[in-house]
């Protein structure tokens, strides 16, 4: 099953993380959006972002073991199409960027979006599924997709 995935994050504390590559810097309170796509393992990869046992491997990792970090949501499609840029793109006009998170591959600015509010970044996400014209679902949908 291939796809794009927008994991919905709340950081519950600003804290100073080491990000790879990337360096050290400071990740405010709040809600982040990090969007991926997996065009081979959808399930596995979404399973992957939710489980607390993996080796770090993406800059995402990074942020995802620091203790005040949390996937709230994961909003997602399934679709022949790689969209994850389009949606980043779309999604920064709310937030604001992480510079050079998640994005080594492409030529975007950021693939992780911030938000102080959580009503507006869940929103936002879901516009920028809209825009694009592609069906989406939330975390309920994946864990019925386990089973």
Not at 20 to 27: C, D, T
Not at 111 to 120: A, G, Q, V
Request: with cysteine; charged share 30%.
């Amino acid at each position: 099953m291939k796809g794009s995935y927008c994991l919905i994050i709340h950081k519950e504390k600003s804290s100073k993380i080491e990000v790879g590559a990337i360096g050290s810097a400071i990740y405010k309170e709040g809600f982040y959006v990090y969007i991926g796509s997996a065009m081979n393992s959808l399930i596995p990869r979404i399973k992957r972002h939710l489980s607390n046992e993996k080796k770090i491997r993406w800059h995402i990792d990074y942020l995802l073991k620091d203790n005040t970090t949390k996937i709230e949501d994961v909003i997602f499609t399934i679709s022949e199409k790689k969209v994850e840029c389009n949606l980043s793109n779309f999604i920064s006009k709310n937030g604001k960027e992480k510079e050079n998170f998640g994005c080594s591959d492409c030529k975007c600015k950021s693939h992780l979006i911030y938000f102080s509010n959580k009503d507006l970044c869940i929103d936002t996400v879901k516009k920028a599924y809209e825009n694009q014209e592609i069906n989406f679902y939330n975390l309920e949908y994946f864990k019925s997709l386990e089973k």
